[in-house]
């Protein structure tokens, strides 16, 4: 079975914090995905990445970063938090192509206070 | 470059069948659709590549125009498995992928 697995179901942080959400495939996927999830707004992409070490900005990059190290572990970085910021976070895998199936985690909810 | 789907929203009984719309101002090469059940992770559905073709999936069916840059997504006959957020995704040119505004499918007993 494949699997995505995100460290955190529920986050509870403060304004101002450093937070990190960690991602991790097993399928061997060259790509890896952060979304965020409103209502009304669907999933929009933060970052992806296509390889180890690199990445694209999605579109909205804004108060983000991402780290890919290790091919396997994809992390989201809120630098300082806002309150704005709190949503569901989903990250996802797939092989090299765009029209390659997408296979995601089970989110990360984040709430800002 | 987002996907409009259309309606955001939709009761059904069990039975009903319901057609979730998905359309673009781009070029497409291919719509994927997802569901989503609550408090679960977006499952993959089906994939539509160009040349009009029609899939299926059980009692749920998708159609791509690549003319009129749409996708629909048919469900018959509801059961209550089906609830759940729908998302379309759109493959543009250059490995651009854009998932939909979503669409909340609820059907009731």
Known sequence: DVKVTQSSRYLVKRTGEKVFLECVQDMDHENMFWYRQDPGLGLRLIYFSYDVKMKEKGDIPEGYSVSREKKERFSLILESASTNQTSMYLCASSRQGAEDIQYFGAGTRLSVL | ?109
Not at chain 2, 48 to 77: M, P, R, V
């Open chain 2, 1 to 109: 470059q987002q996907p409009v789907q259309s309606p955001q929203a939709v009761i059904l009984r069990e039975g009903e069948d319901a057609v979730i719309n998905c359309s673009s101002s781009k070029a497409l090469y291919s719509v994927h659709w997802y569901r989503q059940k609550h408090g679960e992770a977006p499952v993959f559905l089906m994939i539509l590549l160009k040349g009009g073709e029609q899939k299926g999936h059980e009692k749920i069916s998708a159609s791509f125009n690549e003319k009129k840059q749409q996708s629909s997504l048919y469900l018959t006959a509801s059961q209550l498995s089906y609830s759940g957020t729908y998302f379309c995704g759109t493959e543009l040119s250059g490995n651009q992928f854009y998932f939909g505004t979503g669409t909340s499918l609820t059907v009731i007993p």
